[in-house]
């Protein structure tokens, strides 16, 4: 039974892979334009290993400004507007009549046809935070044509494009592979390579422990390792990244290729995937030596159970047997990037003799959970909850509670999907229930905020990161500070009204901006901490103006604050 469904699976993922390399097969290049008037640099390539995640799109520079001309890539109508606190902030897209989708993300603002359409409904709906879906019929736009400017919003890190192409079923592809040009003759960087032992009878120069092998320059600029001695399945990994002319930024690469003694045995291209594949990244990586080292090693096999359609043809999985004492072999691997330029690696094994003891570990105190089934554990006031499939193989976790705290292993471990934490919060009794939440601790004593539900006297969170929690109480309002102007001031000549809002504990949860009564759009840029209206909304037209800001946080404290202004009208 085990081995139909195994046969079943390895079906699937095939018939996905193959499905989505016919796909690519009759791309439309030279369809679309570039995005950007500048020469297009990158600052993120597709594919690249993120956080959770894989990058869907191209990252491209603005030379550390905003405000660029951002032009719509092919002719289409606006389909989906979405503006959002965190993530991409500001973004468009634009569905083409090929059934292709552009993306233009971390915007500033729209272009004044576009603009006057969202802040319309931004104001009927008084939410700053909204997504639209406009008809086919209602915002045409050309090629070429200005749709919006380059901005900072949401979850960038400093001001620049993200740029995406979708296919008709909403799946990223590489923009290169579609003719956007980027200049590149570099060669990939070689940063690490690793080697797994990947059951307990197999070992790595003589232990049952993964190791890095020490990398030597060859004049031919590419690597080679030092002898690797092993013995029984073995894995390998290495950490590697791209950099394109005219940016010194660490990107992604775009193929891996490896071969054993002559013959291709691996291969992993960041052509596209589906957005549901995302997260396997964790299991594609060293997610442990990641969490302590910062530093991403992909893992050159295909993990067990993974449905990534990044990954090509393999030869048992691309694991290395190696059992035969004495025996040498040689495995290479060539890094690639979207032009060709590649560096190579050999790595000389020789077979080692098998072990003559099993060292068996040490796991007292530690807990079996199984990848296949639902744990549930109840630990003094917490009960938690692992759901089968959260894990990408079976664990042995620390678990422990003490108080009001609980600590679930580490987050050397990854979880695909959200263990729910419950406390029964009944002995607070009386002590504003409401401003109790569940805090993830970090490693330096610091608390954030895990979004929390009270039913009754019960406390729950959902989390996809194992650590340390606590039962946390925030009694603290938020605190509002005008930025820009003062109480009673004339200020005729301001363009925006800002304020500063923060809250130390939980963390601002929301806020609502009125004048005179009258609603006011308020733009929350989290990363500054300041909210600000845009005067040129023209809904402020008295002279004298009565300004009311509420501030929530995420315990449902909440200040207000008020005060007058003047303007000329």
């Known amino acids: 039974m085990l081995q139909k469904k195994s046969l079943l699976f390895i079906l699937i993922c095939s ?3 193959w499905a989505a390399s016919q796909s690519l097969k009759n791309l439309p290049k030279g369809y679309f334009k570039n995005p950007l008037d500048i020469e297009l640099k990158l600052s993120g390539t597709f594919g690249e290993l993120r956080s959770n995640h894989f990058h869907s799109g191209l990252d491209i520079k603005t030379n550390q400004r905003t405000g660029l001309k951002v032009y719509a890539t092919a002719r289409g109508y606006v389909s989906r507007i979405k503006i959002e606190r965190y993530g991409y902030g500001k973004a468009i897209y634009i569905t083409h009549p090929n059934g292709y989708t552009s993306v233009y993300a971390h915007l500033e603002k729209f272009s004044p046809r576009i603009e006057a359409y969202l802040k319309k409904r931004q104001y009927a709906n008084e939410s700053y935070n ?4 406009p008809t086919d019929l209602e915002l045409r736009v050309d090629q070429g044509e200005v749709i919006a400017y380059s901005g900072n919003s949401g979850g960038s890190g400093g001001p620049h494009l993200h740029f995406e192409i979708r296919d008709s079923v909403a799946r990223p592809i590489n923009p290169l592979m579609m003719g956007i040009e980027i200049p590149d003759t570099k060669k990939p960087l070689v940063k690490q390579v690793m080697v797994y032992p990947l059951d307990e009878n197999a070992t790595v120069n003589g232990k049952n422990e993964s190791a890095l092998l020490r990398l030597i320059p060859l004049k031919n600029g590419g690597f080679k390792t030092e002898k690797l001695r092993a013995y029984g399945n073995i894995g390998i990994g290495v950490n590697t990244s791209d950099r394109q002319n005219g940016a010194h930024n660490q990107n992604g690469v775009y193929e891996i290729t490896t071969s054993f003694n002559g013959s291709k045995n691996f291969e992993v291209c960041f052509d596209t995937y589906a957005f549901s594949e995302t997260r396997y990244l964790n ?10 080292h910062k530093s991403r090693i992909t893992k050159l096999f295909i993990p067990p159970g993974s449905p990534l359609s990044l990954y090509g043809n393999a030869i048992n999985e691309g694991k290395l047997s190696l059992y035969e004492p004495g025996l040498k072999s040689v495995y290479s691997i060539d890094i690639k990037d979207f032009k060709g330029n590649t560096s190579s690696i050999i790595v000389d094994i020789i077979n080692d003799e098998p072990p003559t003891e099993l060292m068996a570990p040490n796991n007292d ?8 089934q639902t744990y549930n554990s109840k630990l003094g006031n917490f009960n938690l909850t692992i759901p089968k499939g959260a894990l990408y193989e079976d664990e042995l976790l620390e678990i422990k509670e003490h108080l009001d705290t609980i600590t679930i292993h580490s987050d050397i471990v990854p979880l695909h999907k959200n263990m729910i934490l419950e406390y029964d919060i009944s002995a607070k009794a009386g002590d504003h229930l409401d401003q109790y939440y569940i805090a993830r601790i970090t490693d330096w004593g610091a608390a954030y905020h895990v979004s929390t539900k009270r039913k009754g006297n019960t406390l729950t969170a959902y989390s996809k990161y194992m650590g340390t ?3 946390t109480k925030d009694d603290k309002n938020p605190t509002i500070t005008p930025k820009n102007f003062k109480n009673k001031q004339w200020i005729s000549n301001h363009k925006t009204l800002q304020l500063s809002i923060a809250d130390d504990d939980s963390g601002i949860d929301g ?6 009564g009258k609603f006011i759009l308020m733009e929350y840029d989290y990363k500054t901490g300041v909210i600000k209206h845009d005067f040129s909304d023209d809904v402020v037209t008295d002279s004298e103006n009565l300004l009311k800001v509420i501030v929530t946080d995420n315990a449902g404290n909440s200040t207000t604050f008020e005060a007058t202004f003047y303007r000329k009208n």
Do not use: C, P, W
């Open 15 to 17: 018939t996905f892979h």
């Open 130 to 133: 909204i997504q639209l879906y």
């Open 283 to 292: 299991q594609m990586i060293d997610y442990g030596f990641f969490k302590k």
């Open 365 to 372: 105190g530690l807990e079996y959970v199984s990848h296949t």
């Open 469 to 471: 929690y606590a039962i």
């Open 511 to 516: 806020y609502r901006a009125t004048v005179n």
